[in-house]
């Protein structure tokens, strides 16, 4: 016959695997395309959605794209240089290439990460000794939840001039930035309201809401969500292991289940802990 202890500790486990789930599957509800995680898994081999999505941002009909993938690390060729991780990357049928991300930070979109993120776009478009001329375009488009430049405009182009003569400096490295809070009537303002939305049945554009749809309404897609989570969490601790950031969240959070009794979610609220990092701490509760 089991043990009374054996037994409440048994249910205790049952009963913070429950709380974690609920943690897990309200995350996954709350998400929208602005969410990374969500974003590169949509767009990831899906050609239809990122058609699209360069078509309204390019306001070109003759874009055909040859692959796009999702979360893409690119490893920085200078041994103690900083990798970048990509939300997708995408290549057209003209050799052509992008880096889009999604962004919901100001200090996330500054212009020196940008400056980055298209050199090291850059340096992997040559083979040795090809010529500088057959580098081929490169673009890097942050879909960002603010408005970078305060104009209210649906899209902002940067560009190089030449300051004397006012024109175009044309080396075919192209900046975008997509103002995501825009709200007018045109294919960016849906694009917009599209990547803020927590429903696929509120999405205007069907690659994307067919997308969404699968992720978070079906079992194999939530699934999947769910195991990003878990890895995310694994990530996350082993990077922060020396600054114990996390794991400090993570004892509080035990802590208080255990000396006052409460339930994983009035520890998460109570703690002001909310978003992403809710589910991520749910889960490294379960080691």
């Given at each position: 016959m089991a043990k009374k202890k054996d037994i409440e500790e048994n249910f205790s486990k049952t009963e913070l695997s429950a709380q974690i789930n609920l943690e897990l599957d309200k995350a996954i509800d709350d998400l929208t395309l602005f969410d990374d995680d969500l974003m590169s898994k949509v767009f990831d081999g899906n050609v239809e959605a990122a058609e699209l999505l360069l078509k309204i941002i390019l306001q070109r009909d003759d874009i055909k794209v040859e692959k796009v993938k999702g979360q893409v690390t690119m490893k920085n060729p200078y041994v103690?240089?900083?990798?970048?991780?990509?939300?997708?990357?995408?290549?057209?049928?003209?050799?052509?290439?992008?880096?889009?991300?999604?962004?919901?930070?100001?200090?996330?979109?500054?212009?020196?990460?940008?400056?980055?993120?298209?050199?090291?776009?850059?340096?992997?478009?040559?083979?040795?000794?090809?010529?500088?001329?057959?580098?081929?375009?490169?673009?890097?488009?942050?879909?960002?939840?603010?408005?970078?430049?305060?104009?209210n405009l649906p899209i902002y182009h940067v560009n190089?001039?030449?300051?004397?003569?006012?024109?175009?400096?044309?080396?075919?490295?192209?900046?975008?930035?997509?103002?995501?809070?825009?709200?007018?009537?045109?294919?960016?303002?849906?694009?917009?309201?599209?990547?803020?939305?927590?429903?696929?049945?509120?999405?205007?554009?069907?690659?994307?809401?067919?997308?969404?749809?699968?992720?978070?309404?079906?079992?194999?897609?939530?699934?999947?969500?769910?195991?990003s989570f878990t890895k995310l969490a694994d990530k996350v601790a082993e990077e922060r292991a020396d600054l114990r950031e996390e794991q400090i969240k993570v004892n509080a959070v035990r802590l208080m289940m255990k000396n006052l009794k409460c339930s994983l979610e009035d520890a998460l609220n109570t703690l002001e802990i909310s978003g992403k990092e809710r589910a991520i701490i749910a889960k490294q509760l379960q080691k």
């Open positions: 103690r240089g900083r990798d970048i991780t990509i939300d997708i990357h995408v290549k057209d049928g003209s050799g052509n290439e992008f880096d889009v991300e999604v962004q919901r930070s100001e200090e996330g979109s500054s212009n020196q990460r940008i400056r980055f993120h298209s050199s090291m776009l850059d340096v992997r478009m040559l083979k040795k000794k090809q010529k500088f001329q057959a580098i081929k375009d490169g673009y890097v488009i942050f879909i960002c939840q603010h408005d970078k430049f305060g104009k190089k001039i030449v300051e004397e003569t006012g024109e175009v400096f044309d080396d075919g490295s192209h900046i975008i930035f997509v103002n995501g809070v825009y709200e007018g009537d045109d294919d960016f303002g849906k694009l917009a309201h599209d990547f803020n939305c927590k429903k696929a049945d509120n999405i205007y554009f069907k690659p994307l809401a067919d997308g969404v749809r699968h992720f978070k309404e079906t079992e194999k897609g939530r699934d999947a969500m769910c195991e």
